[in-house]
């Protein structure tokens, strides 16, 4: 089952706010977005508008934010109300997404790891190169699918788990559990090889293909110390992942 937002959208939010995501996975997309300025781009599954607004700071002219789940985009609505940035946000399947005008930079965090199979997979990577100019980029963060399962338990430092249901195989439930202030948190991923991920971006047609590591800021280098980012980054239990259209 597909994890429904809806009902979670206030939680999710809260869970943007754990010490991996900001001192890891805040910081790598920002130092892999690099200089945005002028460009136009999509947020694809852009939940409540957390990395679209990050764009739009840093300086893209126009940002898009697209999302499936009703509720995400009322909470991204919100705080576009609340402190206006100028982001479009509309609710829709990234798979079925047709740009009225391609973008210089498309951005996904944590789409392509709701496909479910490799067709699914494919249609969200169709739409991707479809909404591209030529020369454009896809950066993208997912589930890493080379984190070893026995990997699993490091989470426990840093406030998540993850757990495998059944065996690994293309589209076995990965469920990830967040442990926030109010109780747990659980979403539900599904697994494809990094061999198949590379496949479905290559047949639509993109290219030069590269696996970036995680990066730790320098505050969570300071206030935690390296050893205590040692196991994450070891063993990443996240993927990002930049490509372009030739
Ligand atoms: C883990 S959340 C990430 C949200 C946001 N990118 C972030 O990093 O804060 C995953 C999001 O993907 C959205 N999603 C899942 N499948 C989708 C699809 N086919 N098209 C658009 N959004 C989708 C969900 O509704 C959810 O908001």
């Given at each position: 089952?597909?994890?429904?937002?809806?009902?979670?959208?206030?939680?999710?939010?809260?869970?943007?706010?754990?010490?991996?995501?900001?001192?890891?996975?805040?910081?790598?997309?920002?130092?892999?977005?690099?200089?945005?300025?002028?460009?136009?781009?999509?947020?694809?599954?852009?939940?409540?508008?957390?990395?679209?607004?990050?764009?739009?700071?840093?300086?893209?002219?126009?940002?898009l934010?697209?999302?499936?789940?009703?509720?995400?985009?009322?909470?991204?609505?919100?705080?576009?109300?609340?402190?206006?940035?100028?982001?479009?946000?509309?609710?829709?399947?990234?798979?079925?997404?047709?740009?009225?005008?391609?973008?210089?930079?498309?951005?996904?965090?944590?789409?392509?790891?709701?496909?479910?199979?490799?067709?699914e997979?494919?249609?969200?990577?169709?739409?991707?190169?479809?909404?591209?100019?030529?020369?454009?980029?896809?950066?993208?963060?997912?589930?890493?699918?080379?984190?070893?399962?026995?990997?699993?338990?490091?989470?426990?430092?840093?406030?998540?788990?993850?757990?495998?249901?059944?065996?690994?195989?293309?589209?076995?439930?990965?469920?990830?559990?967040?442990i926030?202030?109010?109780?747990?948190?659980?979403?539900?991923?599904?697994?494809?090889?990094k061999e198949?991920?590379?496949?479905?971006?290559?047949?639509?047609?993109?290219?030069?293909?590269?696996?970036?590591p995680?990066?730790?800021?320098?505050?969570?280098?300071?206030?935690?110390?390296?050893?205590?980012?040692?196991?994450?980054?070891?063993?990443?239990?996240?993927?990002?992942?930049?490509?372009?259209?030739?």
């Amino acid at each position: 089952m597909p994890t429904n937002y809806d009902d979670i959208a206030d939680q999710y939010k809260e869970a943007k706010y754990q010490l991996w995501r900001t001192h890891i996975e805040r910081y790598t997309i920002l130092n892999l977005v690099g200089d945005i300025a002028n460009q136009t781009v999509v947020d694809l599954a852009c939940g409540e508008g957390f990395y679209s607004r990050m764009l739009k700071r840093l300086g893209a002219v126009d940002v898009l934010g697209l999302d499936l789940s009703q509720g995400m985009i009322d909470l991204a609505k919100a705080e576009e109300s609340r402190e206006p940035l100028g982001i479009d946000f509309q609710v829709g399947d990234a798979r079925e997404f047709q740009a009225s005008e391609p973008f210089d930079f498309v951005f996904a965090a944590y789409l392509l790891n709701y496909a479910s199979n490799f067709d699914e997979l494919t249609e969200m990577c169709h739409a991707i190169f479809q909404s591209l100019k030529p020369g454009g980029r896809f950066l993208t963060v997912n589930n890493n699918p080379c984190d070893p399962v026995a990997n699993f338990s490091i989470g426990k430092t840093y406030e998540y788990s993850k757990r495998l249901e059944g065996d690994l195989v293309e589209g076995a439930p990965i469920i990830w559990t967040f442990i926030l202030p109010e109780g747990p948190l659980s979403i539900t991923n599904y697994y494809i090889s990094k061999e198949r991920l590379e496949q479905a971006l290559q047949e639509v047609g993109m290219r030069d293909i590269r696996w970036h590591p995680p990066q730790v800021s320098p505050e969570g280098q300071a206030e935690f110390g390296e050893a205590h980012w040692q196991p994450f980054l070891q063993s990443p239990p996240v993927a990002f992942i930049e490509c372009f259209k030739a």
